[in-house]
DNA sequence: AGCGATTAGAGAGCGGTGCTCTTGACGAAA
DNA sequence: TTTCGTCAAGAGCACCGCTCTCTAATCGCT
């Protein structure tokens, strides 16, 4: 009854776990243009049309990768967050970017699904939103946290955001609740150029020119987090 | 002699040039993935293995049209700039930041193409270093022209960058001459968020919660200018 | 226990890709 | 005029995503 169809779906199951650990070492290796179904099909000693039971398509099987993807990333943020003083706002923010970019540098062809140019004539399904943010969601409770503690000092070098983007901070507050305009607005700054140093360390753009990458990230997102307000 | 040769020649680049058009075209339609030379010959009216006479592999046209989109680029950005009062350094600042944005939008796949994830198995050659500063360029031109002028006044929020920075702002000085070690930090800083702001609303982190994203630019942009000390 | 329905894998095949090699034609230089 | 380098063309190799059909195994239910 039940147990026999739990015993076909399991192995089902494991067989798509499988699936995807294998795509995922070739997206390691050969990144995302190299994955190839009938790769990983062979790996798994399968005729290729077989895979196409598990995953219809190779943007599905990208769409789990993504998602994982997502997830990994957010689970480090998360981990990075958690181990910090709850009061330590600078330090919670520091390692939380910290936590981003060394899961890129250590899953780079995964950062780029993430966070380079999309794939191609792929839209992003439904389900891929959750664990998009989780790593934002992070990054917004250290901002409602050091903001509801009275922590956040922004300085006063930025004019107040014109009144049209209220309408779009009311929409990122759900990320960090009761966190006035002016705060969201930098706190988008902030995170973006975050992931704008990643990006550029990643994809190639300091090659010849930065070498002391690790220390200027840790001067830049200091200075980020000043701009954003968080104590020294 | 001379002449023919010239003349079988001329015939060659226009034929270079023809391929690279209608390569940047299908590029601009379908991204650097949906790139083939087989398109490309088959428009031309050619056979596809003519087209590697031109062009030993696909990856030497792309990087051609790497080249040509850094081009593109840096001279929308030069442009930009060289339409603004010299002494308005942040009329220049916003204008190089509107010229970049207005660009990625204008021609999203080639943005992908440059600052995007590196295509896999694919190195920059030597050739594309030149035409890839040449945005960053006018941005050094900006910032040391300003600081020259004595209008940069850094807010006093970031510490002093490390001494072992001191190496890689020597390097990024040629593009910012006689500028101090705390305000190149700081410059880099700023380039980068201009471009993650860019990327993230190119590559679709904005979806579902940015809406007013011109504003949202103008304002985070004016707000980086900031941190780098340009006046108000 | 046996039967019908469902699911899985195998194989062939379609149209596409990058790239290589050979062949034959043509034009410029000797 | 002959020779030599350049070029388009064609066939072909190995790969890709994906579809279809056929067979075999497995499962659910009577």
Redesign the pocket.
Known sequence: ??A??T??ERV?AE?IREITDIARRHLATEGATG?????VA?EM??????I???F????DLLTALIIDGYNALGEAVERADAACARDDFTGRWLAACRAVREWALAHPHEYALLYGSPVPGYAAPQDTVAPAVRDTAVYGRIVAEAHRAGRLAPPPICPPPPAILAEDAEIVRSLMPDVPDDVVTRAIVVWTGLFGMVSFELFGQFNNTIAHRTELFEHNMTCLGRLLGLPE
């Open positions: 009854m039940n026999s169809r015993a076909r089902r067989l994955l190839s179904l009938r790769a062979r000693g399968m005729v290729s049309s077989a196409y039971r598990y219809p398509s190779r943007d």
